[in-house]
């Protein structure tokens, strides 16, 4: 059975950082295209980055507003993809989601809250 779960988040205050880290079990993820997704209330769940698989180069891509904020990245070694934030602003608040998908298969994980307020 394959399982993400991500971890790392929280209550940081503006300008903080977090690194939200996925993990995942039950399959290895160097051949899953991954993403980090957040879903603030009331909003529609967004992409906010992406990462390809091994075939692809591990090539990232960042939602407009993320760049040069955000930073996606994967450890195959350890079955685990994180989303580096910096510069964090309070509308970054949302429950964070990590996706795994080849085809027409995927697989979320259950979310992380990150909450940025002072």
């Known amino acids: 059975q394959v399982q993400l779960v991500e971890s790392g988040g929280g209550l940081v205050q503006p300008g903080g950082s977090l690194r939200l880290s996925c993990a995942a079990s039950g399959t290895f993820i160097g051949i899953y295209n991954m993403g980090w997704y957040r879903q603030a209330p009331g909003k529609q769940r967004e992409l906010v980055a992406s990462?390809?698989?091994?075939?692809?180069?591990?090539?990232?891509d960042l939602a407009d507003s993320e760049k040069g904020r955000f930073t996606i990245s994967r450890d195959n070694a350890k079955n685990t993809v994180y989303l580096q934030m910096s510069s964090l602003k309070p509308e970054d608040t949302a429950d964070y989601y990590c996706r795994a998908w080849l085809g027409r298969t995927e697989y979320w994980g259950q979310g992380t809250q990150v909450t940025v307020s002072s």
């Open positions: 990462i390809t698989n091994i075939g692809g180069s591990g090539s990232t």
